[in-house]
Structures are given as structure tokens and as C-alpha cells.
């Protein structure tokens, strides 16, 4: 049996997004109604810059593809400039021809948020499921707000945001850790997990440990990524950095 998840190495950052994005350039063109579930972070930005230059460029069509987006910040509203809303329009959205109307986000500002994670399952359901969900990875080994702990919540939920990932995402707050929101809500590890085909994102010595024991094991809810393991078609796009510690592994 193949091991899952698969590993890809690419020299540099730009040829990881490249190639990731020439794969779902195909995939648009091969299915026009594609769902895809799409990641934020600074690792994706290469990813959605090279989205952008094949739709202008070679006229990739995203005009029946539909979006879910893994997270968003509890307490904000959609046009706060630290949402992922905010973040996906002004780094892909705006910049394609996707039907707004087919872009899907948690509501981080809803009053009920228990049934705003259950309307987003519902809607991710009603879509026929995920085809394609790329992701990012924290340096703690988190996928989407899914932190480590002793537990590891199934479906979309709220999370306590750990401190490191408060502080990676203190850019879009002003510089300010404190001012990043305390709370997420997220797509859970079995919202992830039964995507059709998973890929995950890696880039940069600082995720090199962490990627070394995604590969390697064990599974553990104290590496959520770990669990990719389970996933029959997961795989990993890695730029050498990212890689070295993975001697032998391909
Ligand atoms: P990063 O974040 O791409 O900014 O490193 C990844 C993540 O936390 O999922």
C-alpha cells in the first residue's frame, strides 16, 4: 500500500504554489463545479498569486467553482480588515472571476455560533462535499483552528486559540497579539478528513519539525496534522526547507 500522505519536494516556495496551482487549474477545467476547500495564512499567498496570474493569463475560469474556507476569527465582522473574509478577497477573490454568491465563510460575528457551525456543515453537505482541500500547517502542528490537545472536536467548532497561533496572526491585527481574537471557529479533523483529496502546504525551516513527524508518526491529537495519515489520498507539497528533516522519504 502506498503511504499516505504522500510526499512532493519542490527547490523553493514558488515552485511548490506553481505547481499547486497549475493542479487546480486542471481540476477547474476538468470539473467547472469543483469544490474546494482553501486555507489563509502566509504560506498560501504564493498559492493564490499564481491562482491569479492563470486566470489572467490563461483565462482559468472559476466562475462554478464553489469555496470553503477552513476558519474565521470569532467576535469580527465579515468586513474587518483582520477576517479571512477580508483576506480572501484581497488576495484571490477580487482578483478572479469566482461568483461571490459561491464563496463560503464561517460567520465568526453570528449570535448563535453552536448553529452557524452546524449551517456550515449543512452547506458543505449540500455542496456534495469537499473535492480538494489544501491546507496550511501551524508550527504547532494545528490544521485549520484545530489546536492540539487531548481531544480533537470531529466537526466545524469553536476553538480556544493557543498563544503561538495568536501571535502568528498578530499581522493582521496591528502587530498586536493581544488585539488577535481569543476564539475561531473552525472546520473540525472529520470536516477535514472526508475531503476527497487533501493537500497540505509547507514552506520554510520553522514547519521542518513538525513536518517530520506528520510523516513519521504517531497519530496524535497533540499534532492534529498527524491525522492526515488516516486520509487515503492526502499529500504533502514541501519546499526543501520544509523538508529537511525527512531523510528518505518519498
Ligand atoms: P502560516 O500559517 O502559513 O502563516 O505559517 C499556517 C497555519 O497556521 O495554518
Known amino acids: 500500500m502506498q503511504r499516505t500522505p504522500r510526499v512532493s519536494i519542490f527547490p523553493n516556495p514558488r515552485d511548490v504554489a506553481r505547481t ?13 463545479r469543483v469544490v474546494l476547500g482553501l486555507p489563509t495564512g502566509r504560506t498560501p499567498l504564493l498559492f493564490y498569486e ?19 474556507n477552513l476558519d474565521e476569527f470569532v467576535g ?5 480588515p483582520g477576517s479571512y473574509r477580508t483576506f480572501m478577497g484581497r488576495f484571490l477573490f477580487q482578483h478572479v472571476n469566482i461568483d461571490p454568491a459561491r464563496t463560503n465563510f464561517l460567520d465568526g460575528a453570528a449570535a448563535d455560533l453552536n448553529e452557524e457551525c452546524e449551517r456550515y456543515e449543512d452547506s ?16 504547532n502542528g494545528h490544521i485549520g483552528f484545530n489546536e492540539p490537545g487531548q481531544e480533537l472536536d470531529a466537526r466545524t467548532h469553536k476553538v480556544t486559540l493557543r ?5 502568528s496572526n498578530a499581522a ?19 470536516t477535514i478528513l472526508h475531503a476527497r483529496k487533501a493537500v497540505l502546504l509547507a514552506t520554510g525551516d520553522t514547519k521542518a519539525r513538525c513536518v517530520e513527524r506528520v510523516v513519521r508518526g504517531p497519530i496524535t491529537t497533540t499534532l492534529p496534522a498527524s491525522l492526515l495519515q488516516l486520509h487515503p489520498d492526502a499529500e504533502l507539497m514541501l519546499d526543501n526547507a520544509a523538508a529537511q528533516e525527512l531523510d528518505g522519504v518519498s
Not at 499547486?20 to 467547472?32: C, G, Y
Not at 458543505?124 to 501551524?138: E, P, S, T, V
Not at 498563544?163 to 501571535?167: A, G, K, L
Open 20 to 32: 499547486l496551482a497549475r493542479r487546480v487549474a486542471a481540476a477547474l477545467r476538468d470539473n467547472p
Open 163 to 167: 498563544p503561538e497561533t495568536r501571535r
Open 124 to 139: 458543505i453537505a449540500a455542496a456534495g462535499g469537499i473535492d480538494l482541500q489544501i491546507l496550511g500547517i501551524g508550527t
Open 76 to 80: 469580527i465582522p465579515a468586513g474587518h
Open 172 to 190: 493582521l491585527f496591528g502587530g498586536d497579539p493581544d488585539s488577535v481574537p481569543t476564539h475561531a471557529l473552525s472546520m473540525g479533523m472529520g
Open 50 to 68: 499564481e491562482l491569479v496570474r492563470l486566470h489572467a493569463d490563461e483565462d482559468v475560469d472559476f466562475s462554478q467553482a464553489t469555496t470553503f
